[in-house]
């Protein structure tokens, strides 16, 4: 028996063929890595009280892999294919003290055998304790992944570039070779991961015979879930409108982000002409108010679909 990783390709490292009608993108990636279980499911999603003629339908991607988070997964496949091939050791990432894409990332690090440095922001007030085996935190420390703690205002006055190159630029000095992962997941490399659900989405309706969806919605964390949505819609024949709901920062930021993404893609195309971005932040990122967690409590009895409080969207295709 030869050393392959495993018996149906998953953590292996494969040549990497984009859409044809994405084929004009550049750079294309040369490599992915297979760290889930894709394709995930699409299910019609019997939400009570629905306008006439409207479905609703739900793509899973939360059932891509328990400890990978979802949409995070499909970025880290490309950046850490990225970080392999560049000879790294270790990779870097920054986000909240809860975020799901650190611990992603410490996960899917461990099981390429790097190690993982999380740069986690906090309440200044917090910051000198240990903030315990909570959540995230308690995967992350389970797979060995060294935190730093830097409060909000540090945060927001350095940077999480800053934060990052200022660490990376440490480890260098003791002989490592960090890589980097952005904020989310997402740069115009980690954002191929949903041009690349787009083609499963769009493989998904022909291989069901169905006519396809009118709009897709999800939430927008980082940006790079929905360029990769937006952008990927408009070129596919899947033609549906996209529209984001931000859960940090206003609209016009994210607007920003995902202008850079396209723009680093030579993409040719503007942000407000693919993508609808509205603010959904409420009282603040990661904070729900009490009539919210009874509508995630509504939509569970419901329904069975269990909503992120964070985030409160899988990504959702609707037709009228």
Not at 49 to 75: A, E, I
Request: charged share 20%; with cysteine; proline share 4%.
């Amino acid at each position: 028996m030869d050393d392959s990783s495993s018996f149906d390709g998953f953590l292996a490292k494969k040549p990497y063929n984009p859409p044809s009608w994405a084929s004009h993108l550049h750079p294309i990636p040369s490599h992915v890595f297979s760290l889930a279980h894709f394709p995930t499911p699409i299910h019609k999603w019997n939400l009570p009280n629905l306008p006439n003629n409207t479905q609703v339908w739900l793509k899973r991607d939360d059932l891509s892999g328990m400890q990978l988070s979802g949409n995070k997964v499909r970025k880290l496949e490309f950046l850490l294919a990225d970080a392999m091939a560049q000879g790294a050791d270790c990779v870097i990432t920054i986000g909240g003290i809860q975020s799901n894409h650190c611990r992603a990332t410490a996960v899917a690090a461990k099981y390429l055998n790097l190690d993982c440095y999380l740069i986690l922001r906090i309440s200044k007030d917090r910051t000198d304790k240990d903030p315990g085996l909570t959540g995230n935190l308690l995967v992350e420390r389970l797979v060995g992944a060294h935190i730093d703690l830097v409060s909000t205002e540090e945060f927001i006055k350095i940077g999480s570039l800053a934060l990052t190159s200022l660490l990376k630029e440490k480890l260098i000095n003791e002989g490592r070779k960090p890589y980097v992962v952005p904020l989310g997941g997402s740069n115009s490399l980690g954002t191929w991961g949903y041009i690349e659900a787009i083609r499963e989405i769009e493989h998904q309706v022909q291989t069901n015979s169905k006519e396809g969806f009118d709009d897709i919605v999800a939430a927008c964390g980082s940006g790079g879930t929905i360029a990769g949505l937006a952008i990927g819609s408009q070129l596919s024949n899947l033609k549906a409108n996209v529209h984001a709901f931000s859960v940090v920062h206003d609209p016009d930021y994210f607007y920003e982000c995902v202008q850079r993404i396209l723009d680093g893609l030579q993409g040719g195309i503007s942000s407000r002409d693919i993508v609808d971005i509205q603010n959904a932040k409420g009282i603040g990122y990661a904070m729900s108010t009490s009539e919210e967690l009874k509508f995630v409590k509504e939509i569970a009895e419901a329904t069975g679909v269990i909503l992120d409080p964070v985030y409160r969207f899988d990504v959702i295709l609707s037709t009228q």
